[in-house]
């Protein structure tokens, strides 16, 4: 059998270890090293996830460059160094190649760990922050901006192998049915590889939104129930395995969740909680009612919203992070606001805003990435619009959307919807259409029924306003945009 890493364009490389970056630690531990990481990066503005398995990449060779937020980081660390400096190798010297002929392609098996070593994703780091105009953005799957806009094509389009291109070395595994093959026990590589889908899915969720991506994301997650079917040689490998396969079990609920398949997520998320009440994952656990909190409210179902947000907050709390309590107060506070509580929901808002005023820690979970002030604007506003308060509802959805990262262009394009949408309700038509038209603006870009569920609740709205500034516009040109399939 071939190796998976033999290529024309690209041979085989040994690795090797990191000696300048290993010797500039000291003799700090791995995990007291990449806590100086994380501190460092809190005084530029940058949002890095080091911990101590990423600093042993660093040492072991794995990583040969970092991403632009890592290096912006190291270089404030050790002012005065270059990358050469602290033992990486020249940023164009791994870039990654762009994807093999199909006669190229290697046999059909679990993507092996050198494999997910030597390729582009993992040359360079791909797990935090990122610049979306970077040509070099190693998520920016290839390096040109020609390319670039093929990706974004395909993947608008639904185009499954450009989108498994996109999701990384675990999305191109075979599944072991289909190949009439066993899997063997799992490793060290196919554990990184799964943790990288998990960031891959989420990224591409951030851009692009879930409807283009939900059905391809269900691949890579029958492959780890697989692989745990299989079975590991190590504890530490089946842990990161199962945390990764409830992980990723929560990312693909997402992604039926935010594309109207309600029963898919239901599903998803259930899977995600018993993997962890199975492990005593209590982080797994926190996340997985923290979702099911939310879909219950979108479902319709209030109390259990409360429910739920409340067990997660008690799974939570020992974990020691305010923002994850923060994020889970908002939660319940969007039950409250489906039971028409307006009491229970202003508690609930005031705790989550305390909490989010305690600031970041080392204890917030990878996965709450996406927490910052806008999405605690947005989620408050939906409180508001919930409870009927469409002036106070549509105040915190415009400062949502003005402080949204660009790099969240499918949260954009959510804030600004529900923007629409109250103005509409709150007798303001022609913002609401000015606002509406932004979305749709926004709309090549995103698939989210979700939000063109909202958008067609606020044209509705609109219907009797056609006279108003920019309503016919508004209203002409959603009617004539494409609807998903």
Same mark, same amino acid.
């Given at each position: 059998?071939?190796?998976?890493?033999?290529?024309?364009?690209?041979?085989?490389?040994?690795?090797?270890?990191?000696?300048?970056?290993?010797?500039?630690?000291?003799?700090?531990?791995?995990?007291?090293?990449?806590?100086?990481?994380?501190?460092?990066?809190?005084?530029?503005?940058?949002?890095?996830?080091?911990?101590?398995?990423?600093?042993?990449?660093?040492?072991?060779?794995?990583?040969?460059?970092?991403?632009?937020?890592?290096?912006?980081?190291?270089?404030?660390?050790?002012?005065?160094?270059?990358?050469?400096?602290?033992?990486?190798?020249?940023?164009?010297?791994?870039?990654?190649?762009?994807?093999?002929?199909?006669?190229?392609?290697?046999?059909?098996?679990?993507?092996?760990?050198?494999?997910?070593?030597?390729?582009?994703?993992?040359?360079?780091?791909?797990?935090?922050?990122?610049?979306?105009?970077?040509?070099?953005?190693?998520?920016?799957?290839?390096?040109?901006?020609?390319?670039?806009?093929?990706?974004?094509?395909?993947?608008?389009?639904?185009?499954?192998?450009?989108?498994?291109?996109?999701?990384?070395?675990?999305?191109?595994?075979?599944?072991?049915?289909?190949?009439?093959?066993?899997?063997?026990?799992?490793?060290?590589?196919?554990?990184?590889?799964?943790?990288?889908?998990?960031?891959?899915?989420?990224?591409?969720?951030?851009?692009?939104?879930?409807?283009?991506?939900?059905?391809?994301?269900?691949?890579?997650?029958?492959?780890?129930?697989?692989?745990?079917?299989?079975?590991?040689?190590?504890?530490?490998?089946?842990?990161?395995?199962?945390?990764?396969?409830?992980?990723?079990?929560?990312?693909?609920?997402?992604?039926?969740?935010?594309?109207?398949?309600?029963?898919?997520?239901?599903?998803?998320?259930?899977?995600?909680?018993?993997?962890?009440?199975?492990?005593?994952?209590?982080?797994?656990?926190?996340?997985?009612?923290?979702? +099911? /909190?939310? !879909? &219950?409210? %979108?479902?319709? =179902?209030?109390?259990?919203?409360?429910? *739920? #947000?409340? @067990?997660?907050?008690? $799974?939570?709390?020992?974990?020691?992070?305010?923002?994850?309590?923060?994020?889970?107060?908002?939660?319940?506070?969007?039950?409250?606001?489906?039971?028409?509580?307006?009491?229970?929901?202003?508690?609930?808002?005031?705790?989550?805003?305390?909490?989010?005023?305690?600031?970041?820690?080392?204890?917030?979970?990878?996965?709450?990435?996406?927490?910052?002030?806008?999405?605690?604007?947005?989620?408050?506003?939906?409180?508001?619009?919930?409870?009927?308060?469409?002036?106070?509802?549509?105040?915190?959805?415009?400062?949502?959307?003005?402080?949204?990262?660009?790099?969240?262009?499918?949260?954009?394009?959510?804030? +600004? /919807?529900? !923007? &629409?949408? %109250?103005?509409? =309700?709150?007798?303001?038509?022609?913002? *609401? #259409?000015? @606002?509406?038209?932004? $979305?749709?603006?926004?709309?090549?870009?995103?698939?989210?029924?979700?939000?063109?569920?909202?958008?067609?609740?606020?044209?509705?709205?609109?219907?009797?306003?056609?006279?108003?500034?920019?309503?016919?516009?508004?209203?002409?040109?959603?009617?004539?945009?494409?609807?998903?399939?």
């Amino acid at each position: 059998m071939a190796s998976s890493t033999a290529t024309a364009s690209q041979p085989n490389r040994p690795l090797r270890p990191n000696l300048a970056f290993r010797q500039l630690r000291g003799r700090r531990s791995p995990a007291e090293f990449a806590a100086q990481v994380r501190r460092a990066a809190r005084e530029i503005g940058e949002r890095v996830s080091c911990d101590a398995r990423y600093i042993g990449r660093v040492e072991a060779g794995e990583i040969r460059c970092p991403n632009y937020a890592y290096e912006r980081v190291f270089l404030h660390m050790f002012p005065g160094r270059t990358l050469a400096d602290l033992g990486f190798a020249p940023r164009e010297s791994v870039r990654g190649r762009g994807p093999r002929p199909a006669e190229e392609a290697p046999a059909a098996r679990i993507i092996s760990p050198a494999y997910v070593t030597h390729e582009a994703p993992a040359a360079f780091e791909p797990y935090d922050k990122h610049d979306p105009h970077d040509p070099h953005d190693p998520y920016d799957t290839h390096q040109n901006h020609e390319e670039s806009d093929v990706l974004r094509r395909a993947f608008m389009t639904g185009g499954g192998a450009t989108v498994a291109a996109a999701l990384g070395p675990f999305a191109l595994t075979i599944d072991a049915a289909a190949a009439d093959r066993p899997l063997g026990r799992a490793g060290s590589g196919e554990a990184a590889a799964l943790e990288e889908a998990v960031r891959r899915i989420r990224l591409l969720d951030d851009r692009h939104g879930a409807d283009g991506l939900y059905r391809r994301a269900a691949a890579p997650l029958r492959t780890a129930y697989t692989l745990l079917d299989a079975g590991t040689t190590r504890q530490t490998t089946a842990d990161r395995l199962h945390s990764g396969a409830g992980e990723l079990a929560i990312s693909v609920g997402w992604l039926a969740h935010d594309s109207g398949r309600f029963d898919d997520a239901r599903s998803h998320y259930a899977e995600a909680l018993a993997t962890a009440r199975m492990t005593g994952d209590a982080a797994l656990e926190a996340h997985a009612f923290c979702n +099911t /909190a939310f !879909l &219950a409210r %979108d479902a319709g =179902r209030p109390r259990e919203a409360v429910r *739920a #947000a409340q @067990a997660a907050q008690r $799974v939570g709390r020992p974990l020691g992070s305010a923002r994850l309590m923060s994020l889970l107060a908002l939660r319940e506070a969007g039950g409250w606001a489906g039971l028409a509580d307006r009491t229970g929901c202003e508690q609930a808002l005031a705790r989550a805003q305390a909490l989010y005023a305690r600031g970041r820690s080392e204890a917030d979970p990878e996965w709450m990435s996406f927490y910052g002030e806008a999405e605690l604007e947005g989620l408050e506003a939906q409180c508001w619009s919930t409870l009927g308060d469409w002036p106070r509802a549509a105040r915190h959805a415009r400062r949502a959307a003005q402080l949204q990262d660009p790099h969240f262009t499918r949260n954009i394009a959510l804030y +600004t /919807a529900e !923007l &629409a949408d %109250d103005l509409a =309700r709150g007798g303001r038509p022609d913002a *609401a #259409a000015a @606002a509406g038209m932004r $979305v749709l603006d926004l709309l090549d870009q995103v698939q989210s029924s979700r939000i063109q569920t909202m958008l067609a609740g606020t044209a509705r709205v609109l219907l009797p306003h056609r006279r108003a500034s920019g309503v016919s516009d508004f209203l002409d040109r959603h009617a004539s945009a494409p609807r998903m399939a």
